[in-house]
């Protein structure tokens, strides 16, 4: 299968602490997109990427957050200091074209 | 900016009837509208989508209407089985991110 996949799928940690998601695309895709997803919840766009340029970025993604796409292969989603309002699914997504994009199975973060 | 709204946000249908999700959206510039399937767990999967300048396309059970002018769209689900049960996003592109609905709960009833 080579669809989207992230790593890890679950992470627990403690307030203050540093976090750090992985997202590998669909080979071919130039467009990567990062969401996050509260319970119950339609996901929320956080920032968006063509090749390794990061093109678009939410107001949701304070200065805690911070994306990467080194040689616009892969990409890494970091959270610093977190809070426990953090807590949610974090999706990435990758697409070819302008619109269809295909998600991951999230990263699940959970901050005690 | 775009906002989108869906409903009903739970549809509980028995098994081989007929299921019908609607979402209105508010930015008459949008053309791209996708419907996504999401299990416990798992990433949301893109299940139909339209572009604006058609107004139906199917795909085997699954069905998808526009009305552009009255901006609302629905997803259609015929002869429902088990294995529909979840929950289904709509979604409207717009600025390269995509704008989702609040999801609405699928439950089939054997």
């Known amino acids: 299968d080579t669809g989207v996949s992230q790593d890890p799928r679950h992470k627990i940690t403690k307030r203050g602490q540093n976090v750090t998601f992985r997202c590998d695309p669909i080979?071919?895709?130039?467009?990567l997109y990062w969401y996050r997803q509260t319970l119950g919840q339609g996901p929320e766009f956080l920032t968006y990427f063509q090749n390794e340029a990061q093109l678009e970025k939410s107001r949701l993604l304070s200065d805690r957050f911070s994306a990467e796409r080194p040689k616009g292969s892969f990409s890494t989603l970091e959270i610093q200091r977190t809070e426990q309002g953090d807590s949610a699914m974090y999706l990435c997504?990758?697409?070819?074209?302008?619109?269809?994009?295909?998600f991951g199975p999230g990263t699940r973060l959970t901050v005690t | 900016g775009e906002n989108v709204e869906q409903h009903p946000s739970t549809l509980s249908v028995q098994e081989g009837d007929s299921a019908v999700i609607k979402c209105t959206y508010s930015?008459?510039?949008?053309?791209?509208f996708p419907w996504y399937k999401q299990e416990l767990g798992k990433g949301p999967q893109l299940i139909i989508d339209i572009r604006s300048n058609v107004g139906e396309k199917k795909d085997q059970r699954i069905a998808v209407t526009l009305n552009k002018t009255a901006k609302h769209f629905s997803l259609h689900i015929t002869e429902t089985q088990p294995e529909d049960s979840a929950v289904y996003f709509c979604a409207v592109y717009s600025n390269y991110q995509l704008i989702w609905g609040a999801g609405t709960k699928l439950i089939i009833k054997p």
């Open positions: 997504a990758s697409s070819e074209s302008s619109y269809e994009q295909y």
């Open positions: 930015d008459s510039a949008s053309n791209y």
């Open positions: 080979s071919e895709h130039n467009r």
